[in-house]
């Protein structure tokens, strides 16, 4: 045995697992496959081995003319292999040769006695047996036979066989020997019956076609000649000719459509024997719960009829395997007769019982995941049925995990605890949270502490954003950690806010160390959560010190529910249709919207009531993150259950889905919309922010969520596997380039990554069936639930969407007359603890699409509304950028079109934001930029980045086949769900869905007609997306060289734990939540690429820019034209290091927009040498 090779068997990466004797060398670690038709997307063919075969070796970059030439190739061996076998056909016996050679050899054979039983076994006589001519062959057994006939070797000295097995003839209509079938002994799960073969010779007929058996009975009198039975296999309809005195035709796997020739012929000859027409199909058992089967008596009884025959179906009921087949059955007279139809109608509904039984036991898995995801199965410490939770009389040197519904005390029960201790940490999701329940149990909120702290040690509030500024070693001196609406609060952890500046391993640590200071000094840590869970305990548990004890504390007590009116309807709409009705009849409202934009977000909602019943704009409250900073939103929900006592409508984001408290009986309905950020979890928590239980709450849910994790999965160990095959494969392509880069290992059985993949498969299970888990929760929640039908009419439709026009539009144009902030403010407000101002909010997001976009795209920029009115600059940018959205599709343009090393760098870069900090790294925070470039370079993308041609549907198909082939590893790395069926995936559509993913627009216009011809599109890039996007690369490329290193251009993790602020690209807590790009620069960060690399990379990236003419640079920092040509003349003369270093000293201090108007007279070439002589001046 040759121990240089592995055995892949059922792991093959080239085919999948598609054949089961793949191997590797273990050597050179090429993968030897046989499947010709593989087109594996990380592997390339080298070549051939001597048996035939295919070599691949791993490759990361596989280009178009590559996967080309290789379909080439499995199309020329495909066309050779067609060609080889018509070869050998016409080599083939003839029938009468078969027919003597067969018998000749079977002349040297016998049939053991063991064998003999068997048949006897199955009803047949030893008459009947010694006229079957059965045979028993074994391994290695020597005859006197033809070289050339199947089954024995070259020399006709052995029979090729691979284990002891029944010889079974197969005659034709005239009792002629045309082959034979191998009963397999001992099967071994890989099916009875093989048909003989030695290399290339093999059963077939010269016509190409497998024999099929003709079986009569061997006695000559009552033969039944009312039909021709028709039979699966070969020995089977012997046996039943014996049986039942009646003649069959059998075929191997019921595939008589496969011989057609054949089975045509013996019907005729048969048809004319026996003086009949009618043909009976004789099903196996289990055959009509078999769609392979089934589709080959399809094809049967379809061929019969289109030659004259009437077919009918032999049925005695044989739906399952465990049915006797035709052989087996003892009474003739069971047998009753249907139609092909009736078959197909007992098949069909066979399958579709088989669909319900699976979609039952998928459902049973998925429920039974649910309950592992929510429930919380640990032993309490302690069992409490009380309306007023009690946690005065905890011992310390424990975690206490409390367990109790909404409206029972939680937060009052921590009131006269505080006092017992001199430290305390509270840490909340959310501001608005954190300062109203400080309040409440007499703590400080962290900006209003004063500088000397707090007599008698720290008591803070804070978000768990800001824990790592915090010391863990107060808590040492009697401490108390306290964490209310945990569930909230650790998904929190998992958010965007919490990774700014790549923070996320530091804030995980100091958690860890916050509860081990706690735990030590004889502390507490308690956490409490309505929802409080497994996942919970273990979490805290695994970041405990080792032995500390974990209590559970179970309230079972459950208060009155309230009346819920749970719409079923498609939209929200018609909410807002019973919205406006209560506020008519004088019935003050509030309202809970999960989105804050967006046409059925809260914002448009306050709006479209304000514009129905402008006399109430006064009485109409919104809380959002946009308002949350406001001085008066503040005061509003320091003092809500006063305040609120003159508010008609209150309408909310999820800003406060918990922690607020409105017990004053103003709000006589609460509505809540859910279209499908929040979970279930957090939508009940939101209702029940109005405590009285007599209030009405009319709630509406989509039936999916929006925010999905990772790729969906609702089992946590998918999840993981998801996040590793996408890092690992990603690190192939880093490493690949050479790349400086150490993988992540013990990451992955973190924790902490442990406890993400759970909480983001419970979201998934909740987003998947949004809509019932609400119900359902509500209902377990002891609120009465009725479900009510709900239509809308079309002016509400209409007025929501024009409100949400209306806001974006003013919002566009108030980011336009915002203040463009330098470095350093911008700098203070995105870190500053103090929530943010509506204006300052303004002033950053205007800051941010400058440095996002460049001044010359924001000046191109055009936006045409509805109405026909363009707007333009900063307005237009801002409609533009949808919060982001634009920037994440331009950003794949650029490193679509750029070197490799630039998108090696964003990976490795945000490794390292997260490494610099010391503690680790998160690997669901790690970017897999490189695999994604990778991906669309692949499936040859960037082959298609050319303004003004055009290309027609068969231009895209090899990138569509690609797509097809390798749609496991599409999904993953662009999340892109490419079907099998070529008729939904066709080449046109991939090439759009790929065009819309970075930022291009296509336009298309029809070929003229053709007669005979199918009509077709022509496709091209359109010219303003194209000049955007080239702009947007410019401005990439001018930062890099002005500013003496690369751009760091961050992409948020999706931020399900807020899920508003990310979905909804918000400001808020002080911190930008966006998937828009920021530029990040870090002195420890060095460059990946070599000044070659990267001097190639820029004239490779400006070669593909639109030139840019000095006017068309607008702002040059109080720079003259004059000045501007100077600069750039002393840029040009530079022609060594020195002199290099000198001219970029030179510009240094300079402005972005001076620097970006000098640049732009510079050519590539100069740019890319300039840039090679700093760096090497630089050491």
Known sequence: MNTSFKALKGSCPVCSGARKDCRQNTVNNLIHCRDSEASPVDYRLVGEDAHGFSMWAESAREDQSDWQARQERVEQKRQQRKEEEARRNQQQLSIEER????????????????????????????????????????????????????????????????????????????????GWQNRLDDPQDQGKYRWPSFKEKTVHLQNGELPITCARPISKEGIDCTSINLSEGNLKPFIAAQKLNQLFVGASGANFAGSQEQFKQYLEELSAELETKLVTLCPDGGAAQNPHVMGQYQKTWELCRAWGYQVRVAWWGQITKDSPDIDELEDASAIAFITPEQLWDIFLQGQQRKREEKEAERLAIEEANWVKLTALTRVPWRVVNTPDLNLDDLPGGAVYVVKSAKG????????????????????????ALGREECQRIGITWHTDLTRGGTAGGLKAGFCIDSAHTFSPRNLKNNGLLIADEVLQLLTHLFGDTCNKGGKRPLILAALQAMIGATIVGGGKVVAMDADANDLICDY????????????????????????????????????????????????????????????????????????????????????????????????????????????????????????????????QKVFGVFNGILTDADAAQALGRVRPKDVERIVWASEEGLIMVGD???????????????????????????????????????????????????????????????????????????????????????????????????????????TILNDERLKALEESNKPLTPQEKLDIEKTWLLKNYGQPLIDAIQHELEDGTVLT???????????????????????????????????????????????????????????????????????????????????????????????????????????????????????????????????????PRVEGQTRFKYRQIELTSWHYAQLYVQHQTSEVVAQDEEVEVSQSTPNWI???????????????????????????????????????????????????????????????????????????????????????GMIRDLCQQAKQAIWALIPSEKRAELWHWKRAAAG
């Not at 079977?106 to 009803?123: A, E, I, S, T």
């Not at 006197?144 to 029979?159: M, V, W």
């Not at 086949?961 to 490419?978: E, G, T, W, Y």
């Not at 840019?1108 to 640079?1113: F, L, R, T």
């Open 408 to 431: 029972t005390g939680k937060t009052e029960s921590l009131t006269p605890i505080t006092p017992q201790h001199n430290n305390i940490y509270a840490l909340f999701a959310r501001i």
């Open 540 to 667: 805290l548990e695994q970041l405990a010190p080792e032995g500390t004890p974990l209590r559970v504390i179970r309230n079972d007590y459950q208060p009155e529910g309230y009346p819920v009116s749970f719409l079923d309807s498609d939209t929200p709409d018609a909410v807002v249709d019973e919205l406006l009705m209560a506020l008519e009849a004088g019935e003050p409202s509030f309202v809970i919207d999960d989105c804050k934009n967006g046409v059925r977000g809260c914002k448009s909602i306050a709006e479209y009531v304000r514009r129905v019943h402008p006399e109430w704009a006064n009485q109409i409250v919104e809380i959002n993150s946009d308002t949350t900073g406001d001085p008066a939103i503040i005061d509003y929900l320091t003092n809500i259950n006063q305040a609120s006592k003159d508010t008609l409508l209150l309408c909310c984001s999820p800003s406060v889905t918990s922690g607020i408290s409105i017990v004053n009986n103003r709000f």
């Open 99 to 178: 027919d003597r050679l067969t018998r000749h050899l079977l002349k040297q054979l016998y049939l053991h006695d063991d064998q003999r039983q068997n048949l006897r076994d199955r009803g047949l006589s030893d008459a009947q047996i010694d006229s079957g001519m059965f045979r028993t062959i074994k391994p290695g057994q020597g005859v006197e036979g033809s070289p050339r006939l199947f089954g024995l070797d070259f020399q006709g000295h052995y029979i090729a066989v691979a284990s002891r097995s029944i010889l079974c003839p197969i005659w034709d209509t005239k009792n002629r020997i045309i």
């Open 873 to 1007: 600059g900063y307005q237009a940018m801002c409609l533009k950028d949808d919060r982001g959205r634009y920037k994440a599709k331009l950003d794949n343009f650029y490193l679509l079109a750029s070197d490799e090393s630039v998108a090696i760098a964003k990976d490795v870069k945000a490794a390292q934001r997260q490494q610099e900090h010391g503690r680790g790294v998160c690997p669901q925070d790690l970017r897999i930029h490189t695999r994604r470039r990778q991906c669309r370079q692949y499936l040859g993308l960037d082959k298609f980045l050319k303004l003004g041609e055009e290309w027609t549907p068969q231009d895209f198909w090899a990138m569509a086949q690609k797509a097809r082939d390798n749609a496991p590893h599409v999904k993953d790395a662009l999340n892109l769900s490419i079907p099998a069926d070529p008729k939904q995936s066709t080449g046109s559509w991939v090439f759009e869905l790929l065009m819309e993913q970075i930022g291009l627009d296509i336009s298309k216009h029809w070929a």
């Open 1058 to 1144: 807020t899920p508003p602020s990310t979905y909804i690209y918000e400001t808020m807590g002080g911190v930008i939540q966006s998937q828009m790009a920021e530029t990040t620069t870090s002195p420890d960060t060095q460059s990946l690429a070599t000044p070659e690399q990267l001097s190639q990379s820029l004239a490779q990236d400006v070669d593909n820019q639109v030139p840019m003419s000095p006017d068309e640079v607008s702002a040059t920092g109080g720079l003259t034209q004059e000045d501007v040509v100077g600069f750039a003349e002393y840029l040009m003369i530079a022609n060594c290091p020195e002199l290099a270093t000198a001219a970029f």
């Open 712 to 818: 969906g999965s609702i089992f946590p160990e998918d999840l993981k596997a998801y996040y590793q095959r996408n890092y690992e494969a990603n690190c192939k392509h880093i490493l690949g380039f050479g790349t400086q880069y150490n993988p992540i290992t013990d990451e992955w059985d973190s924790p902490h990554f442990d406890l993400y993949c759970k909480l983001s498969a419970y979201r998934n299970a909740s987003m998947k069936d949004l809509r019932r888990r609400l119900e359902e929760r509500l209902r377990a929640e002891n609120n009465d639930v009725t479900i009510v039908a709900a239509m809308c009419g079309d002016d509400t439709k209409a007025g929501l969407k024009e409100s949400w026009q209306r806001i974006e539009l003013a919002h566009a144009q108030a980011v336009a007359n915002a």
